[in-house]
């Protein structure tokens, strides 16, 4: 079965867990995403590359209905450097911690949290002490195929730079050397 994403499309990457398969002395669970999986993500996190996607979670019970899962996301991505504009390798990592209940409930927290900030003086506070709303279950089941398509996302450098690379200043030695605009303003300031 294949999840799909709010426009209708099909998830790249989707491995749904019944929440009733979790036991409850919880399950360790591991996923690790297709050639092809990994190459649709690329696409659409605008990779040049992606491979050795992995999604490992220890997945325990939360009542009778919820779940926590805490793990961590492993991949190995390529990217043009801004520098060099050449692709390199590099390795992400991203821990991830998460609540899970079912979708009426997790909607009903989001809204309080929202109410919660919007009626705060100092919003930027409240968002930083708010603590976050549990993820929504959907149709009794997390998609940890999706999960780890987000942390993903969050890992990968916007502004990834390879090691090594740095800028150097172009200077035209012909150009002429033009005075500071601070200059001018300290010559106004002696006379």
């Known amino acids: 079965m294949t999840e799909s994403n709010f426009d209708g499309a099909a998830a ?9 398969s979790i036991g409850e002395k919880g399950q360790r669970l591991k996923f ?13 996190d605008g990779l040049v590359a ?14 009778r209905e919820g779940l926590y899962a805490r793990g961590r996301v492993t991949a190995f991505v390529t990217q043009n450097c801004v520098v060099t504009l050449e692709p390199f390798e590099a390795s992400i990592e ?33 968002l930083a002490e708010q603590k976050d709303p549990p993820d929504p279950i959907i149709d009794g089941k ?6 780890g398509a987000e942390f993903l996302a969050l890992g990968i450098d916007p502004h990834p730079r390879k090691p090594g690379a740095s800028f150097q200043e172009i200077v035209d030695p012909t150009a ?16």
């Open 12 to 20: 790249p990457f989707s491995r749904p867990v019944a929440v009733d």
């Open 32 to 44: 690790q995403a297709t050639e092809a999986e990994c190459a649709a993500l690329a696409e659409q």
């Open 50 to 63: 992606l491979r050795d996607l992995v999604v490992e979670a220890e997945v325990s019970r939360r009542g």
């Open 94 to 126: 991203e821990p991830f911690e998460i609540e899970f209940a079912p979708q009426a409930e997790a909607e009903a927290a989001y809204a309080k949290a929202m109410a919660e900030i919007e009626a705060a003086r100092d919003k930027a506070a409240a």
């Open 142 to 147: 997390v998609d940890f195929g999706a999960l």
């Open 176 to 191: 002429e050397e033009k005075p500071s605009p601070f200059a001018a303003l300290a010559k106004i300031k002696k006379d």
